[in-house]
């Protein structure tokens, strides 16, 4: 499974962005995805997570309220509809996947994820 991030930008603190995780290759039927970010000097963080059916979400404290996850499984596309970004938001995002599982499950730790894209840059200004 090949992973693709986009949607990144640049925006004001206040501003919105959606981003979107494709896969160019196999599919994401059955693996949870999760999206995971990287500021400069700082150790990667999860961000959110959706399990295969969209049944269990689970976000870090500090974007609750401000960012939704999503997916539409018959686009292979997972997306992170970001609102209110703040400027501690900037980092270099990541979406990942797991393997394939017959349970509902997903998680914001990074371990469980096989498959990992390559980031897209948000940067938000003051």
């Known amino acids: 499974v090949q992973l693709q991030a986009s949607g990144g930008g640049q925006v004001q603190a206040g501003g919105s962005l959606r981003l979107a995780c494709a896969t160019s290759?196999?599919?994401?039927?059955?693996?949870?995805v999760g999206w995971f970010r990287q500021a400069p000097g700082k150790e990667r963080e999860g961000v959110s997570c959706?399990?295969?059916?969209?049944?269990?979400?689970y976000y870090t404290d500090s974007v609750k309220g401000r960012f939704t996850i999503s997916r539409d499984n018959a686009k292979n596309t997972v997306y992170l509809q970001m609102n209110s970004l703040k400027p501690d938001d900037t980092a270099v995002y990541y979406c990942?996947?797991?393997?394939?599982?017959?349970?509902?499950?997903?998680?914001?730790?990074?371990?469980?994820?096989?498959?990992w894209g390559q980031g897209t840059q948000v940067t938000v200004s003051s």
């Open positions: 959706i399990s295969r059916s969209s049944t269990r979400t």
């Open positions: 990942a996947a797991d393997q394939m599982r017959l349970t509902q499950q997903c998680s914001i730790e990074s371990t469980p994820y096989v498959h």
């Open positions: 290759g196999g599919t994401l039927d059955y693996r949870a």
